[in-house]
């Protein structure tokens, strides 16, 4: 079985977590919407990537919705003391599976307790609010009234802990003056690289660091750069991407999401995989050169 634990560890919150994670959005139907064509595989991939070490797994009710919180439930509950499930606030799914804004406090809170209910929890760990001024990106606006709602629900003891998701290095400053933020969830890989400032920063501060999407977004010359890296090594690209971002800094911690037990296996044995430094800095400049095309 392979060894997550070489990815080392980092803080999250008031806990330590191995840096090999696990995100549960896969688990829900086609646009993670509906459910799932294969419950019992979903269940089944929960529990190898709980038996396989993970202590960390990313989740939201608007997965869905609810439907993967109620995998999770199912497959996983009652919990291992040293699980920690990370959720998300800030969205609300259309009929039409689209993705809509619910920052209000009155939808933060009854998001909160949808979480509790459908995740059979009394409190939830770490709660990301995820910003959703724009649908391309992290894009200004001031997060005030909706962190304070959430802070007020923290205050409660329904949440634990607080983090932001989908933001600007301004929102976490702000965002820092009204409550201790955890984590940071953006969109990052070897091709998306806006956040590098920001990873460094967060590091310098013990502050956790979860990149969503960390295997998408190359172009074919980037998919080549990398896939070039792979054989040379005798391993899969998904495996060098996921490889490079735990080597790109220490507080970051992944959360690659599947619905296939040989993915899973497949992610899991990055963990494993130290890439030389002459493979790090062909796989830097993809980012270099997708920075330049932009």
């Known amino acids: 079985m392979t060894d997550i634990g070489k990815s080392g560890t980092f803080a999250l919150a008031d806990r330590t977590v191995k840096r090999m994670g696990y995100g549960a959005?896969?688990?829900?139907g086609p646009g993670v919407f509906g459910p799932p064509k294969d419950r019992a595989g979903a269940i089944a991939v929960l529990r190898e990537a709980v038996a396989s070490g993970v202590d960390h797994i990313d989740t939201s009710d608007f997965y869905g919705p609810h439907i993967v919180n109620e995998i999770i439930r199912e497959a996983l509950h009652p919990y291992p003391k040293d699980l920690?499930?990370?959720?998300?606030?800030?969205?609300?799914?259309?009929?039409?599976?689209?993705?809509?804004?619910a920052f209000s406090g009155e939808a933060l809170e009854s998001a909160v307790h949808d979480n509790l209910r459908n995740l059979g929890l009394e409190a939830l760990a770490v709660v990301n609010l995820r910003l959703m001024f724009s649908h391309h990106g992290p894009a200004e606006g001031s997060l005030e009234a909706p962190l304070t709602a959430l802070a007020e629900l923290q205050r409660q003891g329904l949440v634990r802990h607080i983090g932001l998701s989908n933001v600007t290095p301004t929102q976490i400053a702000q965002g820092r003056a009204i409550a201790d933020i955890v984590c940071v969830q953006n969109q990052y890989n070897l091709a998306h690289r806006d956040d590098d400032a920001l990873i460094d920063?967060?590091?310098?501060?013990?502050?956790?660091?979860?990149?969503?999407?960390?295997?998408?977004?190359?172009?074919?010359?980037?998919s080549t750069a990398l896939s070039d890296v792979a054989a040379t090594l005798g391993v899969t690209p998904m495996q060098v991407a996921l490889a490079w971002l735990l080597q790109r800094a220490p507080n970051i911690l992944l959360i690659p999401g599947t619905s296939s037990l040989a993915h899973l296996r497949e992610n899991l044995a990055a963990a494993e995989l130290e890439l030389p430094a002459e493979a790090m800095a062909t796989l830097d400049r993809i980012g270099t050169a997708a920075a330049t095309v932009a």
Not at 25 to 28: D, N, P, R, T
Not at 84 to 101: C, F, H, Q, Y
Request: glycine residues 16%; proline residues 9%.
């Open 25 to 28: 959005m896969q688990l829900a």
């Open 84 to 101: 920690v499930i990370v959720t998300k606030l800030g969205a609300r799914r259309g009929e039409d599976g689209s993705w809509n804004p």
């Open 201 to 222: 920063d967060l590091a310098g501060e013990g502050v956790a660091y979860a990149p969503f999407f960390p295997l998408g977004g190359f172009s074919p010359l980037q």
